[in-house]
């Protein structure tokens, strides 16, 4: 090869490694409509909350008598639980229907609620009154087991003073043995 030939290879050979030089360095730009995407979904889950809340708010139907709390109000989204003669712990069945009160509350971290403990008329006033308690206490314990805030909950017994059914027969006192939850407002 003649030095004329070394030349123009060497220089050949230069220029392509100046062209390769180093990878540059390219911006990806996000397709404008993928943001589109992800703001129409971030105000459909906005919309689909506000419209969830006011679904809510439209079950509240105020009581009569006021809470521990303040005003309370009735929600037909919040279940009752029911219990056994004598007793205050959960059943499975009531378990479930207290996850889903849970997973309700969980949507609405700044509702409060008050659970109103119920026996049925047999006993004494003050026995009732000190089964009503428990009962509400355990539900509010569960409902604090599975991650709702014991500042969002107060509890009251009425005992037998205010029955779901007026009957005198086990049916009538299977339903008023419950823990009936209310929505509460100061």
């Known amino acids: 090869m003649s030095k004329k030939g070394l030349i123009i290879t060497i220089l050949i050979l230069c220029v392509g490694l100046i062209m390769m030089g180093c990878p540059k360095k390219t911006a990806v730009k996000e397709e404008p409509s993928v943001k589109k995407e ?3 979904k971030t105000e459909a889950e906005g919309a689909k909350e506000a419209k969830a809340k006011e679904q809510f708010e439209k079950t509240l139907v105020a009581e009569k008598t006021p809470g521990v709390e303040g005003e309370v109000f009735e929600s037909s989204l919040l279940k009752d639980i029911h219990f056994d003669f004598d007793k205050y712990d959960i059943r499975p069945g009531d378990a479930s229907i207290l996850n889903e009160n849970a997973a309700l509350l ?6 409060k609620i008050q659970i109103e403990g119920h026996c049925d008329e047999r006993g004494t006033v003050e026995y009732n009154l000190a089964l009503g308690e428990r009962r509400a206490n355990s539900a509010k314990n569960y ?7 014991p500042a969002r909950i107060s509890t009251i017994s009425y005992g037998k003073e205010k029955p779901l059914d007026p009957g ?3 049916e009538a006192w299977a ?12």
């Open 38 to 40: 992800e703001a129409t």
């Open 106 to 111: 969980k949507k609405y971290p700044n509702v």
């Open 143 to 149: 409902l604090v087991s599975l991650g709702i805030s």
């Open 168 to 170: 005198h027969n086990e």
């Open 175 to 186: 339903k008023n043995r419950r823990a009936h939850t209310v929505v509460t407002a100061k």
